[in-house]
C-alpha cells in the first residue's frame, strides 16, 4: 500500500509558478515510476508529466518546456515545477505511482491539488 499527499497547488496569475509535490508513504519510491495528472472541469483526467524509476521523463505536448517532472528518493517526494502557467492549466493535479510486478500492476493515487490559474 502507497499513500500520496499531494501539496503546492492553489492561486496564480497567469505566467506565474507553482511547485507542486507528492510525499508518499508506505513503500519505497524508487520502485514506483511516478507520474502527474491533471482533471479539468468537465473534462478527463490525463497526464501531464510522468517520470520513470530510472529517471527518464515524459510531457504531455501543451506543458513541454514549461513543466519539469523530478523525483528525490531518499526524500520520498516526486515534485511538479509549472512554470508560465496559463489559464488553460487549471485542474485539479493528481500524484500517481504505478508498479509492474510480476502478477500484476499496482497503482495508487493520491487526493489531489487545485491549481488555478486566473488574473
Known amino acids: 500500500q502507497v499513500q500520496l499527499v499531494e501539496s503546492g497547488g492553489g492561486l496564480v496569475q497567469p505566467g506565474g509558478s507553482l511547485r507542486l509535490s507528492c510525499a508518499a508513504s508506505?513503500?519505497?519510491?524508487?520502485?514506483?515510476?511516478m507520474g502527474w495528472y491533471r482533471q479539468g472541469p468537465g473534462k478527463q483526467r490525463v497526464l501531464v508529466a510522468h517520470?520513470?524509476?530510472?529517471?527518464?521523463?515524459n510531457y504531455a505536448d501543451s506543458v513541454k518546456g514549461r513543466f519539469t517532472i523530478s523525483r528525490d528518493d531518499a526524500k520520498n517526494t516526486v515534485y511538479l515545477q509549472m512554470n508560465s502557467l496559463k489559464p488553460e492549466d487549471t485542474a485539479v493535479y493528481y500524484c500517481?505511482?504505478?508498479?509492474?510486478?510480476?502478477?500484476?500492476?499496482?497503482?495508487?493515487w493520491g487526493q489531489g491539488t487545485q491549481v488555478t490559474v486566473s488574473s
Open positions: 508506505g513503500s519505497i519510491l524508487s520502485l514506483w515510476a
Open positions: 517520470i520513470s524509476n530510472g529517471g527518464t521523463t
Open positions: 500517481n505511482a504505478r508498479r509492474t510486478v510480476v502478477g500484476g500492476t499496482y497503482e495508487y
